[in-house]
């Protein structure tokens, strides 16, 4: 059940885009369109903010979207605030045996 | 409001025991799967242990299988972990987090397991 690879850390300035990246294999990512992404704020709970590789929850701001191009998935976040700053994860299905991998994790910061 | 609400964190040694609880209001508990979630100090989230609707099904991260029982009773809205034979990797906050459309929609605020001696 090995964790799903993403960036260690991104960075952007206010107003700008960015994109952190999600790469599994053949059986997580690849083969279903079963991804979640999550945002935690330091010392909070993590929140949903992208589900089924592209859909956005009630509440969400439309600057997320979510994509996905063979075994990897991707976040991006556009018109960078400052309030984006936070640790985003994402986690994909991955099959009967193994159900659920997170990603490790990936450090925003807005200069 | 929909609300998670855990207890039964705690300190223990290893090798011991410890039951989680989980508490649910605001919506209809019966009606989803549940799962546990846990965040090792500084670390990332990794997923536990899941249970369908009706407790028919159980699903387990293979580091905790044997050790750990997910068990739910949708007569108390309440969602339960039963952890045995603790070790120090173990140690993390649990997330007893709502499954639907195979994402993590709705959690608590989580309760802290340290296992030292």
């Known amino acids: 059940q090995s964790a799903l690879t993403q960036p260690a850390s991104v960075s952007g300035s206010p107003g700008q885009s960015i994109t952190i990246s999600c790469t599994g294999t053949s059986s997580d990512v690849g083969s279903y369109n079963l991804v979640s992404w999550y945002q935690q704020h330091p010392g909070k709970v993590p929140k949903l903010m992208i589900y089924e590789v592209t859909k956005r929850p009630s509440g969400v701001s439309n600057r997320f979207s979510g994509s996905k191009s063979g ?41 | 409001e929909v609300q998670l609400v855990e207890s039964g964190g705690g300190l223990v040694q290893p090798g011991g025991s410890l039951r989680l609880s989980c508490v649910a209001s605001g919506f209809t508990f019966s009606n989803y799967w549940m799962s546990w979630v846990r965040q090792a100090p500084g670390k990332g989230l990794e997923w536990v242990a899941n249970i369908k609707q009706d407790g028919s099904e159980k699903n387990y991260v293979d580091s905790v299988k044997g050790r750990f029982t997910i068990s739910r ?11 045995t034979s603790l070790r120090a990797e173990d140690m993390a906050a649990y997330y007893c987090v709502r499954d639907q459309a195979f994402a993590f929609d709705i959690w608590g605020h989580g309760t802290m397991v340290t296992v030292s001696s």
């Open chain 1, 71 to 111: 075994n990897t998935a991707s976040l991006t976040i556009s018109g960078l605030q400052a309030e984006d700053e936070a640790d985003y994860y994402c986690c994909s299905y991955a099959g009967y045996s193994t159900f659920r991998v997170f990603g490790g994790g990936t450090k925003l910061t807005v200069l």
């Open chain 2, 73 to 83: 009773d949708n007569a108390k809205s309440s969602l339960y972990l039963q952890m």
